[in-house]
């Protein structure tokens, strides 16, 4: 069953129940497949999984406690511990569940206006962003309302990618769009009843209207940043030094149903079927499928997600300074908190390699990725503590490279 061999025994968790949250995506799939698939009683854990509607309605279970740790966006531990978001509260993560997954998705009327305006075609992320600026620009010329594009939280990956790719190609977010938060699975009914023009969200929210007729996939979040964290676990910070053992077990679990997500195909079809006939997913298996399909060098689709391959688990501090950043170019970050306190505190490299090391998987050994992010144009080799890991690009779309 398990795709990578454990170096047990473990310490017992300290409490076997824990209540896990999560919300009706296909990168929820490490938390389903850890269930179903025996990775959580492996470990020791009972675990309850609870679907939640929203990233508010999840946020707030896991900072009331009616949570013990949950699926979370990349920048909801920072933006708790910062109390920025909800409650002050300081929750950690210690576990990337994985990079990539969203999409670019926009209504067949606003696409059909793109290829009018699009001289060299829309294969490349960059000149579709660039022929979105010029659509922009000719609404504004004919005193059209803004275009209408949603994200689904104001402190998730896909707001800041959303952001960036406009800004690649000319746009002002801020000044020439309407920008709106729509939870995920209502992102395509409103773009069915013309309430959006394009959305930036994860599968199978983009394969779903692409089924239906009622949109087109632009590009994926790969396409935007190349090694986007797009999912991690979070935990309450006072829970994870109460439960420690329990914690690591979590950590353990996951990482196991992560490397097995990733290990062949037939175990991403099998996922896609466990997340919609467990009742996780209320859409077609081959929808989920086709967005929960192993990436290749030749091949992608909207769905491109890496749950395990090339340190796809590590917290790297440099993503999540990286989305930082992005918050203060914006102004969603105010300069005079204490970052780099709060990195330290809701980052938790350490406490991934106290559990990959039990695992005896190599892991990283600096905390910020070697180059800078965005550094890397091809596959590289990153020097590991129980040998070299694979890694593979991870350019941003205009070029630039961040050093944290």
């Given at each position: 069953m398990n795709a990578i061999p454990a170096d047990g025994p473990f310490t017992a968790p300290e409490r076997r129940q824990v209540t896990l949250g999560m919300l009706p995506l296909n990168d929820a799939a490490p938390l389903v497949v850890a269930l179903e698939e025996g990775f959580f009683a492996e470990q020791g854990l009972e675990v309850t999984l609870v679907v939640e509607s929203s990233w508010a309605s999840l946020r707030d279970g896991l900072q009331l406690g009616l949570l013990d740790a949950a699926q979370m966006l990349a920048l909801m531990p920072l933006a708790s511990t910062l109390g920025l978001d909800g409650r002050p509260t300081p929750v950690l993560s210690a576990l990337t569940l994985n990079l990539g997954g969203n999409a670019i998705t926009v209504s067949p009327e606003l696409h059909a206006r793109l290829l009018d305006v699009a001289p060299h075609g829309l294969d490349a992320p960059l000149e579709q962003a660039r022929a979105l600026a010029r659509v922009v620009a000719a609404r504004q010329r004919a005193g059209e309302a803004p275009l209408r594009f949603a994200n689904v939280y104001p402190f998730s990956s896909h707001r800041y990618l959303l952001r960036y790719w406009l800004a690649a190609g000319g746009i002002d977010p801020d000044r020439d769009l309407d920008l709106r938060v729509v939870p995920p699975p209502q992102m395509v009914s409103q773009l069915e009843a013309g309430r959006l023009d394009g959305y930036c969200v994860g599968e199978p929210w983009n394969r779903l209207a692409v089924s239906r007729g009622s949109g087109v996939v632009l590009c994926d979040s790969f396409a935007i940043w190349g090694a986007s964290p797009e999912k991690v676990l979070g935990v309450r910070e006072a829970w994870a030094d109460r439960y420690p053992a329990t914690?690591?077990?979590?950590?353990?679990?996951?990482?196991?149903?992560?490397?097995?997500?990733?290990?062949?195909?037939?175990?991403?079809?099998?996922?896609?079927?466990?997340?919609?006939?467990?009742?996780?997913?209320?859409?077609?298996?081959?929808?989920?499928?086709?967005?929960?399909?192993?990436?290749?060098?030749?091949?992608?689709?909207?769905?491109?997600?890496?749950?395990?391959?090339?340190?796809?688990?590590?917290?790297?501090?440099?993503?999540?300074?990286?989305?930082?950043?992005?918050?203060?170019?914006?102004?969603?970050?105010?300069?005079?908190?204490?970052?780099?306190?709060?990195?330290?505190?809701?980052?938790?490299?350490?406490?991934?390699?106290?559990?990959?090391?039990?695992?005896?998987?190599?892991?990283?050994?600096?905390?910020?990725?070697p180059g800078g992010e965005g550094a890397h144009a091809g596959p590289w080799t990153l020097p590991g503590s129980r040998g070299d890991i694979a890694m593979a690009a991870d350019r941003f779309i205009d070029g630039e490279v961040f050093t944290a």
């Open positions: 914690h690591r077990a979590l950590l353990r679990a996951l990482l196991a149903a992560c490397a097995w997500l990733d290990d062949t195909p037939a175990h991403r079809e099998r996922a896609a079927r466990r997340l919609c006939m467990g009742g996780y997913l209320d859409v077609s298996p081959l929808v989920v499928e086709e967005g929960l399909r192993l990436p290749t060098q030749t091949a992608s689709s909207s769905g491109r997600t890496l749950f395990h391959r090339h340190a796809a688990n590590f917290p790297w501090r440099s993503q999540t300074r990286w989305y930082a950043a992005q918050m203060q170019r914006w102004g969603h970050l105010d300069a005079s908190l204490d970052l780099e306190v709060a990195l330290a505190g809701c980052v938790r490299p350490d406490l991934y390699r106290q559990a990959a090391d039990e695992l005896a998987l190599s892991c990283p050994l600096s905390d910020v990725k």
